[in-house]
T-cell receptor
């Protein structure tokens, strides 16, 4: 969905490096999420934020941190990257209580991260 | 959130109707059933959501029996572009704290 953008789209880094993945959205949604997907598997929730001052850990938050700089921006950081963090990372947004399909999530195009 | 069970993969041919069944024996009273579609190297996309009986939109139908312990996503007359992974998710999407919990999904391959 073009309303949710992620940068970079691809990144190769080395073990021990700090890396930041960025997500921006123009949908005006309060809620933002970070997922990772490993080959052949479903998405797993890393962190989520229901508004700028509300950040929560998901299923697999160890080794990751996030920053919600504004309603439209949600960044994911790997403090010291390791090879098993090689995966496809997706950002998503959702709205709630505004009518229509509550909590439908809109995903960005993904960031393919390789840690050597 | 209720766990779901789906077939790992399915094959079909262009023009056929495809039915993907999802089991969710422990579904709670307030849970809705939601299906997402994911193409390779793209994020999932919402397809359809329902609570009971039948829901139909422009791309799919969702059939939910009275006991709600299973549901069936029906894709009419599939085309090659319907080749994707389909995820069944169960949870109270009306709850402000609702989060998506993905399983492995069903890989649908549509052949010419």
């Amino acid at each position: 969905d073009a309303d949710v953008t992620q940068t970079p789209r691809n990144r190769i880094t080395k073990t021990g490096k700090r890396i930041m993945l960025e997500c921006s959205q123009t949908k005006g949604h309060d809620r933002m999420y970070w997922y990772r997907q490993d080959p052949g598997l479903g998405l797993r929730l890393i962190y989520y934020s229901f508004d700028v001052k509300d950040i929560n850990k998901g299923e697999i938050s160890d080794g990751y941190s996030v920053s919600r700089q504004a309603q439209a921006k949600f960044s994911l950081s790997l403090e010291s990257a390791i090879p098993n963090q090689t995966a496809l990372y997706f950002c998503a947004t959702s709205d709630w209580g505004a009518g229509g399909r509550d909590n439908e999530q809109f995903f960005g195009p993904g960031t393919r991260l390789t840690v050597l | 959130l209720a766990k779901t069970t789906q077939p790992i993969s399915m094959d079909s041919y262009e023009g056929q109707e495809v039915n993907i069944t999802c089991s969710h024996n422990n579904i709670a009273t307030n849970d809705y059933i939601t299906w997402y579609q994911q193409f390779p190297s793209q994020g999932p996309r919402f397809i359809i959501q329902g609570y009971k009986t039948k829901v139909t939109n422009e791309v799919a139908s969702l059939f939910i029996p009275a006991d709600r312990k299973s549901s069936t996503l029906s894709l009419p007359r599939v085309s090659l572009s319907d080749t994707a992974v389909y995820y069944c998710l169960v949870g109270d999407s009306k709850d402000s704290s609702y989060k998506l919990i993905f399983g492995s999904g069903t890989r649908l391959l549509v052949r010419p």
